[in-house]
């Protein structure tokens, strides 16, 4: 049979008969199924979102002064003192106290380069204390970064002239609440504060405070309260108020064999 012959006999059998394809059942449920290839396949073209602009520091306002302050202390592993609306205000503040010594060369980039300086020179070194953007506020601390930056700035600060003024236990409470009354001052100092205004459940409030310090801050707390002493009309068991705090810690024998009383004295 020639070739001819064999084109006639395919013509005249016809078309195959169709078979069914079947597809392999996945072994693993994939989440999806498989279809044609997909090079074949039409594809979504992905559009590009446009990256949000960084604010520039000429913009910045006085909240984000509070954030970079707070992400700058982060980067030495110290947790900030932060409450945003307050804050915001005691920022506005150290920025007020620059235009005094300065006037109108006062720049968001000085009052950045301030905080830099600030947390660059003190942070490490003060630690186990608290630390906020009222840290900033001393007259003293401004001058001398003022004094450092002559270069930049014409003009002797007004304030070199002037004493260091240190924050009173009532004026900090008033400004902040207790937390930073008790951490750096103590606990006598602090039940003697909340005395004063009137609060109520003084040693709850205390009792409070002192548990939600760390292990290391709670010690700090009460050695800056056996540090001093006291007068007798201001009388408190400082050692039963943070009893709980230092069984939690585990730390509570180490102060077992102070008797509180010989802290205070007559006036």
């Known amino acids: 049979m020639n070739d001819t012959e064999l084109i006639l006999n395919a013509l005249q059998m016809g078309a195959p008969p169709r078979r069914k ?22 594809t979504k073209r992905a559009t590009r979102s446009t990256p949000k602009r960084e604010k520039t520091i000429v ?42 010594e300065i006037g109108g060369k006062m720049t968001n980039y000085i009052l950045r380069d301030y905080i830099d300086w600030w947390i660059g020179t003190y942070a490490v070194a003060k630690a186990s204390q608290p630390l906020g953007i009222f840290s900033l506020m001393r007259e ?22 002037k004493p260091e003024i240190q924050v009173s236990p009532e004026e900090l409470y008033k400004m902040s609440g207790i937390n930073l009354v008790v951490m750096g001052h103590g606990v006598v ?7 004063a205004n009137d609060e109520k459940n003084v040693y709850a409030q205390l009792s409070d405070v002192l548990k939600s310090c760390s292990k290391q801050v709670l010690a700090k707390v009460l050695d800056i309260t056996i ?25 509570e024998k180490k102060y077992d064999n102070i008797d509180y009383t010989q802290y205070f004295t007559e006036a």
């Open 140 to 161: 003293q601390d401004v001058a001398r970064f003022l004094k450092q930056h002559t270069r930049r700035l014409v003009g002797t600060p007004k304030s070199m002239t």
């Open 59 to 100: 913009a910045w306002k006085s909240i984000d002064f509070v954030r970079y302050f707070q992400k700058s202390l982060s980067t030495f592993g110290i947790e900030a003192e932060m409450n945003p609306n307050r804050d915001s205000d005691w920022a506005k503040k150290v920025y007020d106290m620059f235009v005094d």
């Open 227 to 251: 540090a001093k002493r006291y007068n007798k009309e201001d009388v408190v068991d400082f050692i039963s108020v943070a009893r709980p705090a230092l069984k939690f810690h585990g730390i």
């Open 21 to 42: 394809v079947t597809r392999m059942k996945p072994i693993f449920d994939t989440g999806f199924t498989v279809g044609p290839d997909a090079i074949f396949k039409p």
């Open 189 to 195: 100092e602090a039940y003697r504060v909340l005395v």
